[in-house]
Nanobody, 114 residues
Framework: QVQLVESGGGLVQPGESLRLSCTAS????????MGWFRQAPGKERELVAI???????NYADSVKGRFTASRDDAKNTIALQMNSLKPEDTAVYYC????????WGRGTQVTVSS
């Protein structure tokens, strides 16, 4: 029922930053768990970060210290601040949420290339 839409992807050089946003079509107050995932060509989708209601987060080791996930329930959004981007971060990034953590966005492309 709820739709999630990612935005903010693009092409950047290594070392640069991007900020992704995911906006829900309705309230996310009941979305206890929301997350960011990514999928690179030829690879399976992998977890990047989880942000819980209240703001607690968990990160994949590969992005720890570089990425920061957050949520703003008043704006029905979650965000992913990505710093010190590497070519290995190139992927389609997806937002996941929903009351039952069963809703996916369509993804936004992030390309890191010199």
């Amino acid at each position: 029922q709820v739709q999630l839409v990612e935005s903010g992807g693009g092409l950047v050089q290594p070392g640069e930053s991007l900020r992704l946003s995911c906006t829900a079509s309705g309230s996310i107050t009941s979305h206890y768990t929301m997350g960011w995932f990514r999928q690179a060509p030829g690879k399976e989708r992998e977890l990047v970060a989880i942000v819980f209601k209240g703001g607690s987060t968990n990160y994949a080791d590969s992005v720890k210290g570089r990425f920061t996930a957050s949520r703003d329930d008043a704006k029905n959004t979650i965000a992913l601040q990505m710093n010190s981007l590497k070519p290995e971060d190139t992927a389609v990034y997806y937002c996941r949420g929903g009351r039952f953590y069963n809703i996916w966005g369509r993804g936004t492309q992030v390309t890191v290339s010199s």
